[in-house]
């Protein structure tokens, strides 16, 4: 293990079932829906990526607190939902205007004609103009569910509630999305 890895990790990181060489193909495997998932919750590009490492350093550091109850992919998604909750709750971020995720839709790739650009733009804006509308629990559960494609289980474990809860409150929030969609146009 290199001296980077041993001076951040916990002293229980020893006894975990991840090792800090597995946290490598975590990222790899999970950073682009870490990202998103930061993007659609906190509406900026920048904000995003800063919460995706983020997320990873602090999964570095806890290491040791991973008890393989649930898979490693619920684990990041609680670190990275926490630290988004934190982020927003900023007062910086309860403050200041902050652009939209213009970046991240400038970004799409260069073969795609200036309209098709133009219309994928306007559909994200449209899209988090609805989703930041919406309260957050609903905003949550939408980017869990629908974006991130996880189960009314694995859904509900992460934020405390039964799967039945989930389900009900998927759809009203669909319901409120659809609604606050349509006026957007």
Not at 64 to 89: D, M, P
Not at 94 to 117: A, C, K, N, W, Y
């Amino acid at each position: 293990m290199n001296q980077a890895c041993a001076e951040t990790q916990s002293p229980a990181a020893a006894e975990s079932p991840l090792l800090p060489a597995d946290l490598s193909a975590l990222y790899a495997e999970h950073s682009r829906a870490i990202y998103y998932l930061a993007l659609r919750f906190l509406g900026d590009a920048q904000k995003a990526e800063d919460a995706t490492h983020d997320v990873f350093l602090k999964a570095l550091r806890h290491l040791g607190q991973f008890r393989a109850e649930a898979s490693a992919r619920t684990w990041l998604y609680r670190i990275a939902i926490n630290h988004c909750k934190n982020v927003r709750a900023a007062w910086h971020d309860r403050h200041v205007q902050t652009s939209s995720d213009t970046e991240f839709f400038e970004r799409l790739p260069g073969g795609e004609s200036p309209l098709r650009i133009l219309e994928t733009k306007e559909l994200g804006g449209r899209i988090q103009q609805a989703l930041d509308g919406l309260p957050a629990e609903y905003r949550l559960l939408l980017l869990l569910v629908s974006d991130q494609e996880l189960s009314y289980e694995e859904a509900g474990a992460l934020t405390g509630q039964s799967a039945d809860a989930v389900r009900g409150k998927l759809f009203r929030a669909r319901k409120a999305f659809t609604a606050l969609f349509a006026k957007t146009e």
